[in-house]
């Protein structure tokens, strides 16, 4: 099994204050062959003008991770929560029963830029929750987001992990799902992907690669700073 998604087929809306691409159907944008790989729901990749953002909105029984690229976001939820998350820093909100919030950019002079994923919980009706922390790379392949907060990263209900993928250029990292899915996402960058199968992509910033069970591959970074999220997640959600 193979999924890819480039980054120039993503569904793409610009309101002059968000621009904004999806990788997977969301709002005004519907593609049916695009409704998320396993568990793996919405990444958005979301450019926010300066003094711009999300007025107060309701969420429920989501997952919702915020991993911010460039400036930061003011963050306010029913929750009496009130946080500025800054560059580099991860966000989860699991809106659970239900969880009213806003989010601005912080910033009246400069851009904002994140990415916005949402992953499906494993159970639903849940106390919403909210937590947000930097986690420093401490290894090419570090845990961001897991189910069990293992190495000081996050906690999501769900039975996935999210990892930071980190190389400079010509250096190399393996990957593999087992018996699990696996879903790529470049954050900056290029890469040279070989599948076990002996077959190469090459791959952007933007760019996605989902892959089933059992699946060994190998990413080649091409480019100094290169970054991406991988998504280790249930095969069958």
Known sequence: MKYYRGAQQRGHVNFDWLDSYHTFSFGNYYAPQHMGFSALRVINDDTVAPGAGFATHAHRDMEIISYILEGEIEHKDSMGNHFVVKQDEVQIMSAGTGITHSEYNGSETSRLKFLQIWVQPNVRGLKPGYQQKAIPQSAPLTALVTADGRNGSLIMHQDASIYRVK???????????????????????????????????????????????????????????????WFDLPPHD
């Open 167 to 229: 190389l400079s250029a010509e250096k190399a990292q393996g990957l593999s799902t087992e018996n699990r899915f696996g879903y790529l996402h470049i954050v900056r960058g290029e890469a040279a992907m070989q599948l076990e199968s002996n077959e190469n992509y090459n791959l952007v910033n933007g760019d996605g690669f989902g892959v089933g069970e059992n699946t060994d591959l190998t990413i080649l970074s091409k480019s100094d700073n290169f970054e991406a999220l």
